[in-house]
């Protein structure tokens, strides 16, 4: 009799079991189903207002039937931010980090909210904490930097924007205008710059066109180091500090860039053609012909220096 029991009561737990499941999986579907209606909506400042409460509705409506999808209360936050509606922004972006408390997008959203409503503190945390669940989020780095940086804590933010821009080199130039606003002094930017062609060479751009050419011209030749400690060197990074030079009347010194280049990328013939241009402009013709003939010598076909010659040649 009792092992007819205990066979009927697994039989029963076990049915209770797949029951639950079934129920569960059933409320998940139904959850993403009505979700589905609203998941690529975008919320901003010209969202009808109609399309806001409907998305506020149905991010309600889903997370009732999956409460535990975070993903719910952080749409119904978005659409309560353009709404207006205060209690339910914190509500749900309370909820939205409750369920998934490593979510840099959503500490992003909750640190950015109160910077708005003021409170620093919690901004700052929620900030931070949103840099550290993500640290290769350039974007977010950045940002968080910037925010440090306007309250008084500069040291901290440049290593962060330092960071962001190592990430991402395309961020420098925005790195460099957030800082500028921010009053942040020329030489405190520079502890932004990591030790990279690219940043490097943006920091000189910004230096001259502040008006600090002497500092630009350091900066554009150190940038030289840079370029010569990467895996992969380009002839390109040479020509943009060569150009900047020669622009500026400075031959002799964009001379002695290609010069540095000819000495890393020594099979490249565009670079001997470069210099052998730079010292026809500075009247020293035979050393001219002497770059064109190299180049000629790595690239026997190369008719830009055949005809670089035949000018030289055509003269003499």
């Keep these: 009799v009792d092992s007819i029991f205990f066979r009927r009561l697994s039989s029963a737990a076990l049915f209770i079991m797949m029951a639950g499941v079934l129920v569960f999986n059933f409320s998940n579907l139904t959850g993403k189903f009505y979700f589905s209606h609203i998941k690529n909506f975008q919320t901003g400042v010209k969202t009808p207002g109609r399309t806001l409460e409907k998305i506020r509705l149905i991010s309600d409506y889903a997370s009732k039937f999956d409460p535990l999808c975070a993903d719910y209360h952080y749409a119904g936050a978005n659409a309560s931010l353009f709404l207006k509606q205060e209690k339910s922004v914190l509500k749900d972006l309370a909820k939205a980090i409750y369920l998934n408390p490593l979510n840099s997008i959503f500490l992003k959203r909750a640190g950015l909210y109160m910077i708005k409503k003021g409170e620093t503190d919690s901004a700052t945390k929620l900030l931070k904490a949103s840099v550290d669940c ?41 790195a460099l205008t957030n800082m500028a606003v921010l009053n942040v002094d020329y030489d405190k930017m520079q502890n932004a710059v990591p030790q ?14 502040s008006g600090k050419r002497k500092e630009a011209e350091t900066n554009y030749l150190a940038a030289l180091d840079y370029i010569e400690k990467e895996e992969k060197i380009s002839r390109w990074q040479y020509y943009r ?20 280049a000819a000495a890393v990328l020594p099979f490249d013939p565009e670079i001997r053609i470069i210099m052998g241009d730079i010292y026809k402009k500075m009247g020293v013709t035979y050393r001219a012909e002497q770059e064109y003939e190299q180049a000629l010598f790595i690239d026997s076909k190369n008719t830009k220096a055949k005809n670089r010659l035949k000018q030289i040649r055509g003269r003499s």
């Design 134 to 174: 993500d640290i290769s989020d350039a974007e977010n780095a950045l940002q968080y930097g910037a925010w440090l940086i306007s309250q008084n804590r500069a040291g901290q933010g440049i290593q962060m924007i330092k960071q962001a821009v190592s990430l991402d080199t395309k961020l420098m130039d925005r």
């Design 196 to 209: 990279i062609p690219g940043p490097a060479l943006a920091y000189a751009d910004f230096l001259y066109n």
């Design 241 to 260: 500090i060569y150009r900047f030079f020669l622009k500026r009347g400075k031959t002799k010194k964009a001379l002695k860039v290609m010069q540095r």
